[in-house]
């Protein structure tokens, strides 16, 4: 047989592209051709593949053999498909069998000796192909637990490159089958009775959790702004299973996944430094972008310390994400689009020096006010809740009246976000924080007694349409975190008071 083909998948970013691999073997001089865009990684694949196939006690064919991979004019990316180059092309010598090829698609990276190396976007990849109607895997077995995870695909896990021949030959008993999926325990998160006093700060991250909104933290240092922070994930309630395989495809292509917790079940946190650049932050590279924080912390929580001396650009690329909930990438090879609907948590200083209380500050107004200048009106308005926290002036009492605990506090936000979820389940919305301005001013609208106070707001100006509709949303979460059918006007004015500038 002169022709055969395989099947492979093409990622970019998390949407995957099936690709047929064909091999065809024909006179001339011995020599190896890979067509269809490959990529610097693709092209040395001739040579992996043909010691591969040598270590594994198989005679490579000395003839001239061209490697397709269509569509041709998808750019082909990474070491992915060696195992499918190297079974079409042994196929198509009529040194191994082929029907076993049909609707199994190969993804694995050939180690000169023969090895089958892990490779990323394993979840996605597979995705792809049970939306193109593959009906079987064949990957890498340190990457069998994240591909047991799709229902609807056989997968079947490989050490090295003579058990996928040997698969193909007709022992069934080759390749390894998956284990039974155990859940990995959920981490161990702080809690929230370790922060001294703040109550207010405490109870804008209830409101945050509780709505899924961004939060601002300003305060001198030593308050508890990134204690605060890092206690966040502790009253989120667990990821659904669509959720979870949302996230666990950035984090596969990302390349974070471990084969001891194929499946992240809990809200992720990212916590970048402040020194960090733009592409680490929203993602970047050559060729096709890879995922930045701001992905990685898609369905959960962005940390941003010290953000005012992240620096105004890598800010203000934030705003579009922060709106539509992802981020489109142009780089050489096309487009990448990847999800990143997070909650943004910022914290910073007051001014540069940061003394312990206000009061022994040394900075001049001008350079108080160039400080906060550094997060700019728009990325302002559309963060919901603003908040200060205040310096600490006693530890007596702290023990007789302890805080209340994370598990306490989580109890009150689940019951919020039930309320909020069953309101808008219709619609597809699952917190307040997604639902559009539009529908809460129309279809929800709260009466004019409500709504007095943030129509002074907007007619002074001290308030936008923008701001406006946050408001909204954030009354409707302190509606739900105290039972209530709809906002009143308590809520509004509360509401409105998370927005004061006077914070920032």
Do not use: H, M, Q
């Given at each position: 047989m002169a022709l055969a083909r395989a099947w492979s998948v093409a990622l970019i970013g998390v949407d995957g592209t099936v690709v047929?691999?064909?091999?065809?073997?024909?006179?001339?001089?011995p020599a190896v051709h890979i067509v269809g865009l490959p990529d610097a990684a693709l092209r040395e694949a001739k040579d992996r593949v043909r010691a591969?196939?040598?270590?594994?006690?198989?005679?490579?064919?000395?003839?001239?053999?061209?490697?397709g991979l269509s569509p041709a004019t998808l750019p082909k990316l990474g070491a992915g498909y060696d195992l499918a180059l190297a079974c079409s092309a042994l196929v198509a010598a009529g040194a191994a069998p082929g029907e076993r090829l049909a609707n199994t698609v190969l993804l694995g990276e050939l180690a000169l000796d023969g090895r089958v190396r892990h490779v990323r976007g394993v979840l996605p990849g597979l995705l792809a192909a049970r939306r193109a109607g593959l009906t079987r895997a064949v990957v890498p077995t340190s990457a069998l637990a994240e591909a047991s995870l799709v229902t609807g695909v056989e997968a079947v896990g490989a050490e090295r490159l003579d058990e996928v021949l040997r698969w193909l030959d007709g022992e069934d008993d080759a390749l390894q089958q998956p284990g039974e999926y155990v859940p990995a325990d959920p981490p161990r998160v702080d809690d929230l009775a370790d922060v001294v006093g703040q109550p207010e700060a405490r109870w804008a991250l209830e409101v945050a959790a509780a709505g899924g909104h961004h939060l601002l933290l300003v305060?001198?240092?030593?308050?508890?702004?990134t204690m605060l922070a890092r206690r966040l994930p502790g009253l989120l309630p667990m990821l659904s299973m669509e959720q979870s395989l949302s996230v666990t495809a950035v984090h596969s292509v990302a390349g974070m996944l471990t084969p001891d917790a194929p499946l992240i079940t809990v809200p992720p946190f990212m916590a970048p430094h402040h020194s960090t650049s733009v592409p680490a932050l929203v993602g970047g590279?050559?060729?096709?972008?890879?995922p930045g924080a701001i992905s990685r912390a898609h369905l959960g929580i962005l940390f941003l310390d010290e953000a005012c001396e992240l620096g105004p650009h890598k800010l203000e690329a934030l705003r579009t994400a922060l709106e539509e909930g992802e981020v489109r990438i142009a780089r050489r090879d096309g487009v990448t689009c990847y999800p990143a609907r997070f909650q943004l948590v910022l914290a910073t200083n007051p001014c540069p020096c940061a003394p312990p209380r206000d009061r022994d500050c040394t900075c001049t107004p001008d350079a108080r006010r160039?400080?906060?200048?550094?997060?700019?009106?728009?990325?302002?308005?559309?963060?919901?809740?603003?908040v200060r926290t205040r310096p600490i002036t006693a530890m007596s009492g702290v023990e007789v009246n302890p805080p209340e605990s994370t598990a306490a506090v989580r109890a009150r936000v689940l019951a919020a976000r039930e309320r909020a979820a069953a309101r808008w389940a219709d619609r597809g919305w699952r917190t307040n924080a997604e639902v559009p301005g539009p529908v809460l001013r129309r279809e929800y609208a709260l009466p004019d007694k409500a709504t007095a106070l943030l129509d002074r707001g907007l007619n002074a100006g001290a308030v936008t349409a923008r701001g406006?509709?946050?408001?909204?949303?954030?009354?409707?979460?302190?509606?739900?975190?105290?039972?209530?059918?709809?906002?009143?006007a308590d809520h509004?004015?509360?509401?409105?008071?998370?927005?004061d500038r006077r914070v920032a």
């Open positions: 047929e691999v064909e091999a065809d073997i024909g006179a001339g001089t591969a196939v040598r270590n594994s006690g198989r005679s490579w064919p000395d003839k001239s053999i061209t490697l305060g001198p240092p030593g308050t508890g702004k590279g050559v060729g096709i972008a890879k160039r400080y906060a200048a550094r997060l700019s009106g728009p990325l302002l308005d559309r963060v919901d809740i603003r406006a509709d946050r408001c909204l949303r954030v009354a409707w979460t302190l509606s739900d975190l105290a039972g209530a059918a709809r906002p009143t509004v004015s509360a509401a409105l008071e998370f927005r």
